[in-house]
């Protein structure tokens, strides 16, 4: 027992708040570091079921299991490019634009807006100061390809950061998640417990749907867009599969890809005028997006991330203004972390009990849920550690 006097409300406070201003500051100074960080938890958090089900199912322990799976990881990020690369040129090379036509309808459309405007509009000069406009654009090349040098330069040691990073926070995750918990009142644990599974089921939820979601989608469109006679189907599959990440933005970008595509290499057995058929395959896309938007995501991901419309935009609107690139793909599952911290602090402050609400997933072809309370204990938690993670 020490003697020295306990610290008063009014110290902890002023410890409290001089901490949070630090934290504040490190994070704004580091803010560099910090997407990569983010994207180096992503890695390890993704990865750590493996290795937890390696290390459960075999004799190895989690110093073995690690490099396993992470080699392994590599491994298959290094062959996905490899494989798709030549797939994605041959569909990129039966993309058969007719230049010189479109070049004669832009001649004609402009020599009908020239003789529709008179002398009120002078084309001409229109298009000299745009031919201008593009030569100033397109001239510094050297400085764009020497820009372009220094952006790969510096992506290859952000990567070699990112791997490096997610090695070690796969590594130590348990044992950083058990001193985390240490740090938490003996009162408090299993309502940390609860919280923490219900931001895990978030996340897990989340990456999983979003996983199977892009596979699923992307299948459809390829194969649809096959069937409808489009040469670059596969292409599209890809397209439609990487923008389901987006949120509610994905399918607009995707669709107009498809219309594109559609009007400029039309069908090979629908004979329709090209403007007809990328209408049809719009309306395609219109049909698949009310698919997905009404049926796929609520039975695939579930009620955690049901969030409205407008409030996913506003946070992508955001995200990307914040984080880029990362923040528009985290935006959805960050504001249904906030969501769900803030009902917890609400509950707090009123006294509202249970303090955790807890939103059930249905499984595929079910109805979502709405949350439902998560009943409270009082029996102290059984340490969650295996003999393997010990002997790690």
């Known amino acids: 027992m020490t003697s020295a006097p306990r610290w008063t409300p009014e110290t902890k406070r002023f410890v409290f708040v001089v901490c949070a201003i630090l ?9 560099v570091i910090l997407a990569p960080l983010v994207v ?25 299991a690690v490099p396993i799976v992470y080699i392994s990881f590599l491994i298959i990020l290094a062959l996905i490019p490899s494989l798709l690369a030549p797939l994605v040129v041959q569909q990129i090379r039966q993309i058969d634009l007719d230049l010189q036509n479109l070049s004669d309808q832009f001649n004609t459309v402009l020599n009908s807006f020239n003789h529709a405007a ?18 100033q654009i397109f001239s510094p090349v050297a400085e764009l390809a020497a820009t372009l040098a220094v952006g790969i330069a510096g ?39 609860q919280l923490r599974a219900a931001l895990d089921a978030v996340w897990k939820s989340y990456f999983l749907g979003q996983v199977i979601l892009a596979v699923l989608v992307g299948t459809i469109i390829g194969a649809a867009t096959a069937i409808l006679g489009i040469r670059s189907a596969i292409l599209l599959g890809l397209v439609a599969a990487l923008l389901e990440l987006i949120p509610n933005w ?12 559609a009007y400029f290499q039309g069908s090979t057995w629908i004979p329709l005028p090209p403007w007809a058929f990328a209408l049809l395959v719009g309306g395609f896309y219109f049909l698949m997006w009310q698919i997905d938007t009404n049926y796929l995501i609520p039975r695939i991901i579930g ?40 009902s917890y602090i609400y509950r707090r402050l009123l006294d509202l009990e249970p303090y955790v609400l807890v939103y059930e997933s249905p499984a595929i072809g079910g109805e979502p849920s709405e949350p439902v309370p998560h009943p409270q204990h009082t029996e102290p938690d059984e340490p969650e550690s295996s003999a393997h993670e010990q002997s790690a």
């Open 23 to 31: 934290l504040a500051l490190a994070v704004w100074y580091f803010s």
């Open 40 to 64: 180096a938890v992503i890695i390890a958090y993704l990865l750590t079921p493996a290795v937890n089900w390696l290390s459960r199912q075999t004799p190895l322990s989690r110093g073995v």
């Open 118 to 135: 008179g002398d009120f509009v002078d084309t001409e000069s229109l298009a000299q100061q745009a031919e201008g406009s593009l030569n």
């Open 155 to 193: 992506g290859v040691i952000w990567a070699i950061f990112i791997f490096v990073v997610g090695y070690y926070l796969l590594l130590d995750g348990n044992r950083f998640g058990r001193w985390v918990g240490s740090w938490v009142p003996q009162d408090y644990h299993h309502e940390f417990n």
């Open 250 to 261: 994905g399918y607009g970008v995707s669709g107009a890809v498809g219309v594109v595509f």
């Open 303 to 342: 009620n955690r991330l049901q969030l409205p419309p407008a409030v996913i935009i506003v946070g992508i609107i955001a995200g990307a203004s914040v984080g880029g690139a990362l923040g528009l793909l985290l935006a959805a599952p960050t504001i249904a972390t906030v969501r769900l911290l803030g």
